[in-house]
């Protein structure tokens, strides 16, 4: 299965009998899923199965579909009627009040032109079938590309993160084979610390060989090491099976870095102590990406 990012977009424009519309897409990171769609007014009884069509299409992220339409299928032109009964009343009022205030002026057209209630107009909808198979073919259509750039850029997300995943594969290994090293150059400064102190070589021996146990004990990340070993595969498995994996990467990759910063915590020598920023450095960044993933 593919695996996409989040963000895209995607603009399609058609004429149809409906007149010149045109989609657009966008998209962006989000947790879960939110979809906002903008329709012309004409359209708006199209919105709830036009919704539900893009729902079922995008599993995660934020979704602005904005759909436009020129002047002839905008209804940017309405029909007007006028309330003849309502605007000679209106006169005969404004005429009542000059005369008993003794007002100057003439009843002009002017004050018709933002009255309401005279000038009615009368906005036509498209409310049939016609319009949401028209509106619904162009959505699709348009979502079929959106889901190519995603996919396009998942292909680059992916590629990114792998790369990460094998240095990481790759150091811990590495800090792997250090860590019996770590013992030996322990008891190597500890007998050379002793002999400094010209402490007797018969009791010494047997010091040594408890501190080196005590010391081998503390610093044990055999654990960490099959556990981080076992996310990295698990982690890597997610990626080649694909689809919607975002949410799980994320919480796999918290756990490996549960499992490093253990190790950097029980651990003080200098080469795994650097090879732990490495790794922590490169699982800052792989979450940083997967937040971009489905």
């Given at each position: 299965?593919?695996?996409?990012?989040?963000?895209?977009?995607?603009k399609?424009?058609s004429?149809?009998?409906?007149g010149?519309?045109?989609?657009?897409?966008?998209g962006?990171?989000?947790?879960y899923?939110?979809?906002?769609?903008?329709?012309?007014?004409?359209?708006?009884?199209?919105?709830?199965?036009?919704?539900?069509?893009?729902?079922?299409?995008?599993?995660?992220?934020?979704?602005?579909?904005?759909?436009?339409?020129?002047?002839?299928?905008?209804?940017?032109?309405?029909?007007?009627?006028v309330?003849?009964?309502?605007?000679?009343?209106?006169i005969?009022?404004?005429?009542?009040?000059?005369?008993?205030?003794?007002?100057?002026?003439e009843?002009?057209i002017?004050?018709?032109?933002?009255?309401?209630?005279?000038?009615?107009t009368?906005?036509?909808?498209?409310?049939?079938?016609?319009?949401?198979?028209c509106?619904?073919?162009?959505?699709d259509?348009a979502?079929e590309?959106?889901?190519?750039?995603?996919?396009?850029?998942?292909?680059?997300?992916?590629?990114?993160?792998?790369?990460?995943?094998?240095?990481?594969s790759d150091?811990?290994?590495?800090?792997?084979k250090?860590?019996p090293?770590?013992?030996?150059?322990?008891r190597?400064?500890?007998?050379?610390r002793?002999?400094e102190?010209?402490?007797?070589?018969?009791?010494?021996a047997?010091?040594?060989?408890?501190?080196v146990?005590?010391?081998?004990?503390?610093?044990?990340?055999?654990?960490?090491?099959?556990?981080l070993?076992?996310h990295?595969?698990?982690?890597?498995?997610?990626?080649?099976?694909?689809?919607?994996?975002?949410k799980?990467?994320?919480?796999?990759?918290?756990?490996?870095?549960?499992?490093?910063?253990?190790?950097a915590?029980?651990?003080?020598?200098?080469?795994?102590?650097?090879?732990?920023?490495?790794?922590?450095?490169?699982?800052?960044k792989?979450?940083?990406?997967?937040?971009?993933?489905?």
């Amino acid at each position: 299965m593919t695996i996409r990012s989040m963000t895209g977009f995607s603009k399609l424009s058609s004429e149809t009998e409906l007149g010149s519309i045109t989609v657009e897409i966008y998209g962006l990171n989000h947790k879960y899923r939110d979809i906002h769609i903008h329709l012309p007014r004409i359209f708006s009884a199209c919105e709830d199965a036009l919704r539900k069509k893009i729902t079922d299409a995008v599993a995660r992220g934020k979704v602005r579909v904005v759909v436009t339409a020129d002047s002839q299928s905008s209804g940017d032109v309405s029909n007007y009627t006028v309330n003849m009964e309502y605007a000679g009343a209106y006169i005969k009022a404004l005429r009542k009040i000059q005369q008993e205030f003794s007002l100057p002026g003439e009843i002009s057209i002017d004050i018709f032109a933002d009255n309401r209630e005279i000038l009615l107009t009368q906005q036509l909808y498209f409310e049939d079938n016609a319009a949401l198979q028209c509106i619904g073919d162009l959505i699709d259509q348009a979502l079929e590309n959106f889901f190519i750039e995603q996919e396009k850029e998942g292909v680059q997300l992916i590629n990114d993160i792998v790369s990460r995943i094998k240095l990481i594969s790759d150091t811990t290994d590495c800090i792997e084979k250090e860590t019996p090293h770590s013992v030996n150059l322990f008891r190597e400064k500890l007998t050379e610390r002793i002999k400094e102190l010209q402490v007797d070589s018969a009791v010494d021996a047997d010091r040594i060989a408890k501190e080196v146990a005590l010391y081998a004990d503390r610093i044990d990340i055999s654990e960490e090491i099959v556990r981080l070993k076992s996310h990295i595969k698990h982690f890597s498995q997610a990626i080649d099976k694909g689809g919607i994996i975002g949410k799980k990467l994320d919480f796999i990759a918290q756990e490996m870095s549960r499992e490093i910063n253990t190790i950097a915590a029980k651990c003080n020598n200098v080469s795994i102590s650097h090879k732990t920023i490495t790794v922590r450095s490169e699982l800052e960044k792989i979450r940083e990406q997967v937040q971009n993933i489905q």
